[in-house]
């Protein structure tokens, strides 16, 4: 595990996009895992402006999301389809044909998680991985509980979380319920992971999932298993 603090998240974000863009130069048609939330936001506005310098493509490479709501459309302004096009998508060159996202409103959800899971097998590995951490220690959306599903599933979201997202909707009773995510073991798989925290109120959390014991009631602790895991914290978030 390799820890790095940083003293502003902008310094933290600049260090993040310049790892990933790294990836691209050296891999041009890497795997990449994305994130959404509140935590990647600047990550991801410094990789446009790099993009928009000319120092990295997209145009090669292949992209999966964590997860998506169910219920949600992907015009809905709060799906995450919606969130990555307006943050990432629309800003640079990835093709669309190589940009996943689970589909929360397909008709069956449990085929959906196999359909997902199909495209994840037949892209290979993801190459880098990017998270951000809840309060309760979710990855994804796998939340705290006595076992974890390895693979893409529908994940009732807890009532921390949604409180959480409650300030992107109008109201708390608008927050979806459910959720599609990919399990803790594709993210696992991935062959190299970024856990990005920012902000006090996450300094107990991460200190759980980093140097508490592995268990599933922290999902954010499995990922001391893997063994190219670099953390990104600002200094407040490590403290």
Same mark, same amino acid.
């Given at each position: 595990?390799?820890?790095?603090? $940083? ?13 990933? *863009? ?20 600047? +990550? ?7 993009? *928009?310098?000319?120092?990295?493509? $997209?145009?090669?490479?292949?992209? %999966? ?6 219920? &949600? ?6 799906? $995450?389809?919606?969130?990555?096009? /307006? ?6 060159? +990835? ?36 998270? #951000? +951490? ?6 994804? $959306? ?8 390895? #693979? ?16 992107? %909707? ?6 979806? /319920? %459910? ?14 992971? &970024?856990?990005?925290? /920012? ?41």
């Amino acid at each position: 595990m390799n820890k790095l603090v $940083f003293k502003t998240e902008k310094a933290l974000d600049e260090a993040a996009a310049g790892i990933i *863009a790294a990836l691209l130069q050296t891999k041009p048609d890497a795997v990449l895992g994305f994130a959404t939330g509140s935590t990647p936001l600047g +990550i991801y506005g410094e990789l446009v402006r790099l993009h *928009a310098e000319g120092k990295i493509s $997209f145009r090669e490479a292949t992209a %999966f999301n964590l997860d998506e709501y169910v219920g &949600l459309p992907r015009h809905h302004p709060q799906s $995450f389809h919606a969130y990555m096009q /307006k943050h990432l998508y629309d800003h640079i060159d +990835i093709l669309p044909q190589n940009r996943h996202i689970p589909d929360g409103s397909a008709p069956d959800p449990e085929a959906e998680c196999l359909r997902y899971d199909e495209l994840l097998r037949q892209a290979g590995r993801i190459d880098l991985q990017l998270l #951000g +951490i809840g309060h309760n220690g979710h990855i994804g $959306f796998n939340e705290p509980a006595p076992g974890l599903i390895g #693979g893409t599933h529908v994940a009732e979201l807890s009532e921390q979380t949604r409180q959480a997202n409650a300030r992107f %909707f109008p109201s708390f009773e608008e927050v979806p /319920k %459910f959720a599609i995510t990919m399990g803790v073991g594709s993210i696992l798989q991935a062959r190299r992971i &970024l856990l990005v925290a /920012k902000g006090a109120d996450k300094a107990g959390i991460v200190r759980r999932a980093l140097c508490g014991p592995i268990t599933t009631q922290v999902p954010a602790s499995l990922l001391q298993t893997h063994p190219r895991l670099t953390v990104l914290l600002t200094e407040d978030a490590a403290g």
